[in-house]
């Protein structure tokens, strides 16, 4: 009889087992801190290799300020840090720093924050040049230099750094501008400086930036400068300084405004009016919606906080959403949400089932009461949209006049009260207006509220006694105001600064 041999055999398996499942743990340990956890692989005490919390690069021509590598340091430092596009960075981002020391801005002794970056190449820049007290955040971190944070929840307390850094363009790529803000002012101490690197090259940009920061900064120095590399080589340096919190407002006192000067600039940049009345209307108005230089094909849009459309007389879906402002308008990839203004209850099922659009189901006016809808058609003129013709209205007390079509009792709303709750200053708002001659009581309203300072741009429908297709030589009986009223309508709103467009 042989001898037993599976004792040995089942010791030599568990063995096998245990070393197997102990680099399995190895494995989901390392697998969770550096791709979950989002740190470096000393985490914890576990760790591949290393990187010491003091970590120095030399920096050939960074300045006196440069500090000389460890030698400790070129061991244990990984590629990422030996290369070229590391080391460009660094030396970039030293000279920066060391101009914002040299104007007074930022110190060697500064507490210092860089937001939403990456790599860390700023924050190594600073503690280059003698910055020590120095940290950066990200959504993944990288240490020693860069912690785990998000700049719209930015993980430190109230007043704790005297310098926040933001490089790369980040506050134009973040989808909220005024939280992002908010947060740098939140952590800024007072009296500290906060410097921004943005591709603002207009000033429009511009000072859409600087509204973001008039509740508590006040701009310090704007400063263009060669950029690091061609995802922006054109760099705009922005410094602000903390003077308090909640200073500076949305308009004066009395709910009036005035269109800022540099709005103003955009107008002369506009396509011109048709000053002469057309024969065909409908041929020469509708050909002018080529020629409209549109707002975003002239300026950057990116520093507001939301991107907003209203569309006042809506229609249908596809009258001009769907049709034209989806697909036409320019938006520089920033997502728009949509109010639909339409009191014609024929078309409000539709817009239940679109997404990114808010139904009003009543009518813009002058102030809250009831109002009535007349559904009417110039002779001669082919009903469209579901057998309705275009809706016009009217106070409930004069609704004794003769009426020749289709009469609702609809509720009106006060269309500038609504727009100053609902947006402000700080968003991007596009407003197209087709409500049939209730223009001329809107546009005024906008201007007494201060409403109108909240518009970026407008596309409007001025309706007029206009030459009817139909009929040669006749003019249309719907509407009083004449070709020239409309004109002086659309000088006025751009003399005062605001960008209109003639719409059809």
């Known amino acids: 009889m042989e001898p037993a041999a599976g004792k040995p055999g089942f010791l030599r398996n568990l063995l096998i087992r245990l070393l197997l499942f102990g680099l399995f743990v190895v494995l989901v340990r390392f697998a969770y801190v550096v791709t979950i956890a989002g740190e470096s692989c000393n985490v914890g005490n576990f760790c591949f290799f290393s990187l010491p919390e003091s970590l120095n690069v030399a920096i050939a021509g960074a300045g006196t300020g440069a500090l000389a590598a460890h030698s400790s340091v070129a061991v244990a430092t990984p590629e990422l840090y030996a290369s070229k596009d590391w080391i460009n960075g660094v030396r970039f981002y030293s000279s920066v720093f060391q101009d914002l020391i040299a104007a007074g801005y930022l110190s060697p002794e500064s507490k210092t924050l860089c937001v939403d970056t990456p790599t860390g190449r700023d924050v190594s820049a600073l503690r280059e040049i003698g910055v020590s007290d120095a940290v950066g955040i990200s959504k993944k971190a990288s240490k020693p230099l860069v912690k785990s944070g998000d700049s719209r929840r930015i993980p430190f307390g109230n007043n704790s750094f005297d310098f926040v850094f933001s490089g790369d363009g980040a506050l134009e790529k973040s989808p909220n501008p005024s939280v992002f803000a908010a947060e740098i002012a939140r952590t800024l101490k007072p009296e500290g400086f906060a410097a921004f690197h943005v591709k603002a090259k207009d000033t429009y940009s511009s000072n859409s930036f600087v509204d973001l920061f008039k509740f508590c900064c ?287």
């Open 218 to 504: 006040k701009v310090v120095k704007v400063n263009d400068i060669e950029g690091l590399d061609s995802s922006m080589p054109h760099i705009r340096e922005i410094v602000v300084k903390k003077e308090g919190y909640g200073i500076g407002g949305d308009s004066d006192s009395d709910g009036k405004c005035s269109v800022p000067g540099y709005k103003q600039e955009l107008v002369k940049n506009a396509e011109p009016l048709i000053e002469e009345e057309p024969l065909k209307p409908w041929i020469t108005l509708k050909k002018n919606v080529k020629n409209i230089k549109y707002l975003p094909s002239m300026v950057d849009i990116s520093f507001k906080n939301r991107y907003v459309y209203v569309d006042v007389g809506a229609r249908s879906y596809g009258s001009s959403i769907g049709s034209w402002f989806r697909k036409q308008y320019p938006k520089q990839n920033k997502t728009f949400h949509v109010y639909a203004i339409e009191a014609d209850k024929t078309f409000h099922q539709e817009y239940g089932l679109k997404k990114g659009i808010t139904l009003l189901p009543y009518a813009a006016w002058v102030r809250n009461e009831s109002l009535v809808f007349e559904i009417n058609n110039d002779p001669g003129e082919k009903v469209k949209a579901k057998g309705r013709g275009m809706g016009r209205i009217q106070p409930l007390q004069s609704a004794g006049e003769v009426v020749n079509g289709e009469v609702e009792k609809i509720q009106g709303f006060d269309f500038a009260d609504w727009l100053k709750n609902t947006v402000s200053k700080n968003d991007f708002v596009v407003m197209k207006m087709d409500v049939e001659g209730t223009e001329f009581d809107l546009i005024p309203r906008l201007f007494e509220t201060g409403a109108i300072c909240l518009v970026d741009e407008i596309f409007l429908e001025c309706h007029y006694n206009r030459w009817q297709r139909c009929c040669p030589g006749q003019r249309s009986p719907k509407y009083e105001k004449t070709y020239d009223q409309c004109l002086e309508l659309f000088t006025s709103l751009r003399q005062s600064g605001v960008l209109v467009h003639q719409w059809w």
